[in-house]
């Protein structure tokens, strides 16, 4: 669930160096994933923590390589699904978003909204972004703000 680091990331990006800020926020993105990842190869010692150290390297090359490749408009599109799906799209329903100048493309999908302990709520969500041709999937979960916006908190 920490997959999603790069989402919180995304929705506020904004700098002057963007090729190596996306290059980063992929490398984050594809190493939390990797690590996700490894970590259901094997959850039992040694090899567990091996299989997640593995995954993280390989994730973060990976994300890296997207992240490169995601422009300003890309990370736009991809923020403002994110809101939309949170905030207005029932279980289950994909919120799909393109950029036509790069072909980039791909879909957020947000769960169930539940009350958290704290009393926020919350949703988890899944997100494909498809960079290139390369797909990275990835798992986080946001919670609503005061304001009514969605803040990836996982």
Do not use: H
């Amino acid at each position: 669930r920490n997959a999603l680091l790069v989402a919180a990331l995304s929705l506020g990006l904004v700098g002057c160096n963007q090729g190596a800020q996306q290059e980063t926020i992929g490398t984050l993105f594809g190493a939390a994933l990797g690590g996700w990842v490894g970590s259901k190869i094997d959850n039992d010692g040694i090899g567990g923590a091996a299989a997640i150290a593995t995954g993280t390297v390989v994730g973060g090359f990976v994300g890296g390589s997207i992240g490169r490749k995601m422009d300003e408009v890309d990370q736009l599109r991809l923020a403002q699904a994110q809101q939309r799906a949170l905030y207005g799209n029932q279980a289950g329903q994909p919120q799909q978003w393109y950029n036509p100048n790069t072909g980039n493309y791909g879909t957020v999908t947000a769960g169930q909204t539940v009350q958290a302990a704290n009393g926020q709520y919350c949703r988890e969500y899944t997100q494909t972004i498809v960079v290139g041709g390369q797909q990275q999937d990835a798992y986080g979960r946001a919670c609503q703000q005061p304001d009514g916006s969605w803040q990836i908190v996982s």
